[in-house]
């Protein structure tokens, strides 16, 4: 059974204090990972997709990274507007369409 | 701008009350799903449809029914509520982009949140 797990589930960083989110994912046949950030009140609002081992992605303060076994959200000097849930999900061969969501990291940036 | 749109945003119902919450894409996509989404637990896939006439169960299909008469349209209904039930409800489709790695890169709805007293 595919399955995603995120850590830590809440984050509390200083601005300008770098960190990590990993998600750890089992999946039969990795079609797809993806990372969504969700702001209070509104719907999940799409990152990255990664597809194969050793691939990176980067957006502003944002950069994603993908193991066979994890994906890291690294998070370079970030502002108060970072504050958000982010989410992983991964897209298998076996659940047709399907994404299968981890729970989310709670990310709160202090000024 | 294209995207996908939920009706209504609040709702409050009484145990054993019905009602459908309405979703709308106006990507011309053929596949759209709902997820509900509850503290601690993530986003869950209700049912999804990869086409007009077709959907099938997600994760957690109990208690909710839906249908698919239209590409554009994918309501899903409540037909006896339930305290169990109250949870912010999702309604998503793939964006244009990405279509051609064969992966989903879903856009969601800003979502129903539904209250059962």
């Known amino acids: 059974e595919d399955q995603v797990t995120q850590s830590p589930e809440a984050l509390r960083l200083q601005e300008g204090e770098s960190s990590s989110l990993n998600c750890s994912y089992t999946?039969?046949?990795?079609?797809?990972l993806f990372w969504y950030r969700q702001d209070p009140g509104k719907g999940p609002e799409f990152l990255f997709t990664?597809?194969?081992a050793g691939e990176e992605k980067e957006k502003e303060r944002l950069k994603a990274t993908l193991t066979k076994k994890e994906s890291f959200l690294h998070i370079t000097a970030p502002k108060p507007e970072d504050s958000a849930t982010y989410l992983c999900?991964?897209?298998?061969?076996?659940?047709?369409?399907?994404?299968?969501f981890g729970q989310g990291t709670t990310l709160q940036v202090k000024p | 701008n294209a995207g996908v749109t939920q009706t209504p945003k609040f709702q409050v119902l009484k145990t054993g009350q019905s009602m459908t919450l309405q979703c709308a894409q106006d990507?011309?996509?053929?596949?759209m799903s709902w997820y509900r989404q509850d503290p601690g637990m993530g986003l869950r896939l209700i049912h999804y449809?990869?086409?007009?006439?077709?959907?099938d169960q997600g994760e957690v299909p109990n208690g909710y029914n839906v249908s698919r008469s239209t590409t554009e349209d994918f309501p899903l209904r409540l037909l006896s509520a339930a305290p169990s039930q109250t949870s912010v409800y999702f309604c998503?489709?793939?964006?244009?982009?990405?279509?051609?790695?064969?992966?989903?890169?879903?856009?969601f709805g800003a979502g129903s949140r539904l209250t059962v007293l």
């Open positions: 999900a991964v897209l298998g061969s076996s659940n047709t369409g399907k994404l299968i």
């Open positions: 999946v039969s046949g990795l079609r797809g």
């Open positions: 990664l597809y194969s």
């Open positions: 990507m011309n996509h053929e596949y």
């Open positions: 449809s990869v086409g007009a006439g077709i959907t």
């Open positions: 998503a489709s793939p964006a244009p982009r990405d279509n051609s790695s064969g992966a989903n890169v879903l856009t």
